[in-house]
């Protein structure tokens, strides 16, 4: 960022212009960073959360540009949140493996099901290998919880990018970026959410 600044947007060997796009990852990362830090404290969870978090914004950066989850950043998560659940330092391993499988099984289905329905593919196999890596981490009980707040994040932004930005609306929109946020936010408040609905939706 301070590199960004001082070479005025630039490259110091070519002169050649740099995406404000790179700057503004590096702002992200650090927000973000912070926030987990200062969320866990000294822990083996904020260690964790910080490694799912870089991972989450790479992933995120790379299927709004290709409409592509590459395995070789959604497996090592999956793993890794299964590994961390080991020693129970999110959720219990049963409760994580479980999370895994019924992440990845609840998209294929809906997948499979609108395909026959409509003949088209709503989305790829890489969201399905993100929503396990979320039940790794978190366990299943957060899923449902990830799958609404990526659906209205996904809808808020898509009518967003077609009202202000003239989006096609047949224009396939990548579904990964709104399921790492939501995903994010479940890891950070999730069970404050859940808890606050019920408290709403079940007074007394």
Not at 32 to 50: C, E, K, M, P, R
Not at 96 to 111: C, E, F, N, Q
Not at 142 to 154: A, D, E, H, Q
Request: proline share 4%; glycine share 12%; with cysteine.
């Amino acid at each position: 960022m301070i590199s960004y600044i001082f070479l005025r947007g630039k490259c110091s060997g070519c002169g050649t212009g740099i995406s404000i796009q790179y700057p503004l990852i590096e702002i992200l990362t650090g927000v973000l960073s912070f926030t987990v830090a200062w969320h866990f404290g000294y822990s083996w969870q904020a260690a964790g959360a910080l490694l799912l978090t870089w991972g989450l914004i790479a992933l995120s950066m790379i299927d709004y540009h290709t409409k592509l989850l590459p395995d070789n950043i959604t497996l090592p998560l999956l793993w890794l949140g299964l590994l961390f659940n080991l020693f129970n330092v999110y959720t219990d391993l049963p409760t994580a493996v479980i999370g895994a499988m019924a992440g990845y099984l609840s998209l294929w289905t809906v997948y499979h099901i609108f395909r026959l329905i409509t003949g088209k593919e709503g989305m790829g196999y890489g969201d399905f290998k993100l929503l396990a890596v979320f039940g790794a981490w978190l366990g299943w009980q957060l899923l449902p919880l990830i799958i609404l707040l990526s659906s209205f994040v996904g809808a808020a932004f898509g009518i967003g990018l077609i009202v202000f930005r003239g989006r096609d609306k047949n224009n396939p929109i990548p579904f990964g970026p709104y399921i790492a946020i939501a995903g994010w936010i479940a890891l950070l408040w999730g069970e404050q959410i859940i808890k606050a609905y019920l408290r709403f939706a079940l007074p007394g």
